[in-house]
């Protein structure tokens, strides 16, 4: 009886196999797309000149936003005095919220094709928000300073509002109105009552 050849079916080899689920590090490459362009075709129709002018401010915007999220934090964590319990817990809430607001100005500039600013150090050069010193400050002026902050981001805001009305963007007119200037309004209300000189048990 003559032996038969079986055929063999070939493998990868364990070495191929351990290539396929290793990390591929230190990769490099060009930028897929420069900051302070939009993507000329995109179906969402609004021509790509309104776009870009949307995403250029909104960038500015959304760099505001951060330095205010962030003066937020600072103020959670170095706050102190009689009302630091009251304060710590709404310098927290106000910065969640915040937060909130910076994902979705930098999200409407991704839906618009845009680029939206992200790193601290770009942040930095673009914001207008006056920046705080690295110590410690008393509990009034750290409200004064978030305050003046929230004013230079509602008074750019309702403008940039009207503009992206003109402009015939109602998406971001509506992040504006329905986000930005009634989350900032809100959170100003709150801060700002914590400035007034009020008796605490006798009236004046």
Known sequence: MSATTIPVTRTKTTSKIS???????????HEIQRFGTVIQELPIGLDAKVREKACAFLNVLLADTMCLRDLYKKAHWQVA?????????????????????????AERIQMLGGVSVAMAH????????KRAPRGREEAPVMI??????????LTDGRSRA???????????????????????????????AH??????????
Do not use: C
Request: no cysteine; glycine share 4%; aromatic share 6%.
């Open 19 to 29: 290539d396929m689920v290793s990390p591929h590090l230190r990769q490099n490459a």
């Open 81 to 105: 005095g009689p009302t630091f319990y009251q304060l710590h817990l709404l310098l927290d809430k106000h910065y969640e919220e915040q937060s909130e607001m910076v994902d979705l100005i």
């Open 122 to 129: 770009d942040v930095a050069e673009m914001a207008r928000v």
């Open 144 to 153: 004064s300073r978030l305050l003046e902050a929230h004013e230079l981001i």
């Open 162 to 192: 009207r503009e992206a009305a003109e402009l015939g963007d109602e998406g971001t007119n509506d992040l504006l109105v329905s986000n930005l200037v009634r989350t900032n309004e809100m959170e100003v209300w709150f801060l700002s």
């Open 195 to 204: 400035l007034v000189n009020m008796p605490l048990t006798d009236a004046r």
